[in-house]
């Protein structure tokens, strides 16, 4: 099993510039995640999707736009990229059990940088 | 708003003691915690989870507490080792089960 796979790993692009980032997990997840890391912030959550077919809202939204494309697979958007989104982004997935809550497994990051 | 602290500062700690770490919440009450560590350069890795009518629980050399009358889980690494040196992330869970917020984590440092 490799888990969770994200690609690329590492990304730079000019202001303004668009990208997809793509996040596949082969552990038969329902719910998946994608995240951004800077220094001092910790992990903020961008969008998350409790399932296939469904999106939401995290913590940081603005300037991103996901797609659940199917089971496996949970993509992030950048339209038009800005400097203040050179971050690290990760992707998790998890399935909450009867009991709601669940771990999440992490992929092994995107390194961003916007110029 | 919900606010979650972790001791920011690096934690030096000598191999063989046991480090202690505090992760402090506040304006809300949540079901479970969750314990992940991360190193240079990697995702982060699940540890423990705590539910919020545990007192205690335990996985090998780790301990973790959750008190929820101080709104505080403590994580506890006995018998150090410089293996355990990484960043070590606390992340109770916020608005419903789905979701965790995670603190920004503290640099353990464990020093042979």
């Known amino acids: 099993n490799a888990g969770v796979t994200q690609t690329p790993k590492f990304q730079v692009l000019k202001t303004g510039q668009s990208m997809t980032l793509q996040c596949a997990q082969d552990?038969?997840?329902?719910?998946m995640y994608w995240y951004r890391q800077d220094p001092g912030m910790g992990l903020r959550l961008i969008y998350y999707s409790a399932s296939e077919g469904t999106t939401d809202k995290g913590e940081v939204p603005n300037g991103y736009n996901v797609s659940r494309l199917n089971k496996r697979e949970f993509s992030l958007r950048l339209e038009s990229a800005a400097p203040s989104q050179t971050s690290v982004y990760f992707c998790?997935?998890?399935?909450?059990?009867?009991?709601?809550?669940?771990?999440?497994?992490f992929g092994p990051g995107t390194r961003l940088t916007v110029l | 708003s919900q606010k979650i602290e972790q001791n920011s500062e690096a934690l030096n700690i000598q191999e063989g003691k046991t480090a202690t770490l505090t992760c402090n919440y506040t304006?809300?009450?949540?079901?479970?915690l969750q314990w992940y560590r991360q190193d240079p350069g990697r995702g982060p890795v699940f540890l423990l989870l705590?539910?919020?009518?545990?007192k205690e629980k335990r996985k090998e050399r780790l301990k973790v507490t959750f008190d929820t009358t101080l709104k505080q889980s403590l994580f506890h690494i006995t018998a150090s080792q410089p293996a355990d040196s990484a960043t070590y992330l606390c992340?109770?869970?916020?608005?419903?089960?789905?979701?965790?917020?995670f603190g920004t984590g503290t640099k353990l440092q464990v020093i042979p």
């Open positions: 304006n809300y009450s949540p079901a479970y």
């Open positions: 705590i539910r919020e009518n545990e």
């Open positions: 992340a109770p869970n916020s608005g419903g089960y789905q979701k965790v917020t």
């Open positions: 998790a997935s998890g399935s909450p059990g009867l009991a709601g809550a669940s771990e999440q497994f």
């Open positions: 552990m038969n997840h329902n719910s």
